[in-house]
């Protein structure tokens, strides 16, 4: 961890060692600098990838550890929890070395995120908490039920929708790289406002994305249960919530909960998008986070 900074941001792909463990990350683009923190957990980085961001915002996409081309955990595939990614996150932020930057967290990426900048606000100039929720547990689980039912009602006469909805019930059986990443590829469409009225342009997409096994178990065997209710209203740093009007997941129910308790939260809601509004809506996506860093960028006015 002695390289110069400029180094360290040069566009491509770098690598630092956090804790014993490689911490892989790629650089692009050009302005502030933000770490992009992509979600799952185990999700392949690359889904994330935000080129209308990259016109104003040098975007460092981290790809976790335990996913991708970044190192294992001795506990893999458990232990990867949101405390252990915080801790990677803040070893990559410290090895980058400038004085303050973005964080955006995209989905379980927007857990870390928050959980993020409630403990360690000190070099962070905003956080972007995208498809993010503050809880997890059985009202979460009850909420995602709920949408999935009304997604299955709009599409009940699609020939792919049982093998959707199969897909659901057999994530938790998945335990190896190729069958998670088999049933991401199945679950996509629900992940989208109108998957299949964009397919052509969406399923490239949908054949690339792919994932690494891991577990929301710590070393010890106990869920990793996201309940940030009781604290994000001590949140310091100037946040702006993300949310698609569709998405099934992490929607505007907790998009909306997320910026009535985050005191001066700023909330984007885009009407048109899903869990993916950097894809669906890239323009409105890229225009909301302008807005933001213009306002909160240090020495802004």
Not at 14 to 37: F, N, S
Not at 48 to 70: C, D, I, K, N, Q
Not at 124 to 142: M, N, Q
């Amino acid at each position: 961890m002695t390289a110069p900074a400029t180094g360290r941001l040069s566009a491509g792909t770098h690598t630092v060692e956090i804790d014993g463990v490689e911490q892989r990350y790629h650089v692009h683009g050009t302005g502030p600098v933000c770490v992009a923190h992509s979600g799952g957990p185990g999700i392949d980085w690359e889904y994330l990838r935000m080129p209308a961001l990259e016109e104003f915002l040098t975007v460092v996409y981290l790809e976790p550890v335990g996913s991708g081309g970044s190192g294992r955990l001795a506990s893999h595939p458990n232990g990867y929890t949101r405390s252990t990614y915080s801790r990677f996150l803040d070893g990559l932020i410290g090895h980058l070395g400038v004085p303050k930057v973005y964080v955006l967290g995209h989905s379980h990426g927007g857990f870390v995120a928050q959980y993020h900048a409630l403990r360690h606000p000190g070099r962070l100039a905003g956080v972007i908490l995208y498809e993010s929720a503050p809880l997890t547990g059985p009202e979460h689980g009850a909420e995602v039920g709920r949408q999935v039912g009304l997604f299955a009602e709009r599409n009940a006469g699609r020939p792919e929708l049982p093998a959707i909805l199969a897909g659901f019930g057999a994530v938790a059986d998945a335990t190896d790289d190729a069958r998670f990443t088999a049933l991401l590829r199945t679950l996509v469409p629900v992940y989208f406002a109108d998957y299949w009225g964009r397919e052509e342009e969406f399923a490239p997409f949908r054949a690339r994305v792919s994932g690494s096994y891991v577990t929301s178990l710590d070393e010890d065997l106990v869920a990793d249960v996201v309940d940030d209710t009781g604290t994000l209203g001590s949140l310091t740093v100037p946040a702006l919530v993300v949310v698609g009007r569709h998405d099934f997941i992490c929607g505007v129910r907790w998009g909306e909960e997320l910026h009535r308790l985050i005191p001066g939260a700023e909330l984007a809601v885009l009407e048109n998008s899903g869990h993916f509004g950097h894809i669906e809506e890239p323009a409105e996506f890229a225009a909301a986070v302008a807005g933001f860093v213009n306002a909160t960028a240090p020495g802004a006015v």
